[in-house]
């Protein structure tokens, strides 16, 4: 259990580690050999622009779980208090009901790129595993939001649990 309850807290968090400090080393190593040795590195923008594109959708799962995402808070206090968890509710169903669309849609859309064999053009990456990007984030969205609607409705029945936070 304490590996699972570490992974569930902090998993994004190490996948966004991994991706930024290789796309920081890999974009430093091509500024160094471009100003200093004068010459470049023909892969280094590709593969930081896909680990951007990674880093981008496992960082929305991030802003679920640590509820950093932005709200408009001042809508929120045109409701009462007690109106105020009902709401949060509403928009965490909303939002799962959205990121489940892109889950569907980007599994039907990686699938294709993935059966065209399509590649990049300099490192010769396959694009299928750049386009499984939204769907991968958007899966571990469903998951952060279904633990948050979980957190929203034990409070509302008035037990103080700690979901994941």
């Not at 994004?12 to 100003?35: C, D, H, N, P, T």
């Not at 509710?89 to 790129?113: E, M, R």
């Not at 029945?157 to 994941?164: A, L, N, P, V």
Request: glycine share 8%; proline share 2%.
């Amino acid at each position: 259990m304490k590996i699972l309850k570490f992974i569930d807290d902090n998993l994004e968090k190490i996948i966004l580690v991994i991706l930024l400090g290789a796309s920081s080393v890999i974009i430093g190593l091509q500024v160094f050999m471009r100003y200093v040795l004068q010459s470049s590195l023909s892969w280094s923008e590709e593969i930081a622009r896909y680990m951007f594109v990674w880093l981008t959708y496992i960082g929305i799962s991030y802003g679920v779980k640590a509820d950093r995402h932005i709200k408009v808070d001042a809508a929120m206090y045109m409701f009462p208090k007690k109106m105020r968890k009902y709401i949060s509710l509403i928009g965490d169903i909303l939002f799962l009901a959205f990121a489940v669309i892109i889950v569907v849609t980007s599994y039907g859309v990686s699938g294709k790129i993935i059966m065209s064999g399509q590649t990049s053009p300099a490192v010769g990456l396959p694009m299928g595993l750049v386009y499984l990007a939204p769907f991968v984030g958007f899966a571990m969205v469903s998951l952060r939001l279904v633990q948050n609607i979980i957190k929203h409705i034990n409070l509302l029945k008035g037990e103080d649990i700690q979901c994941h936070h």
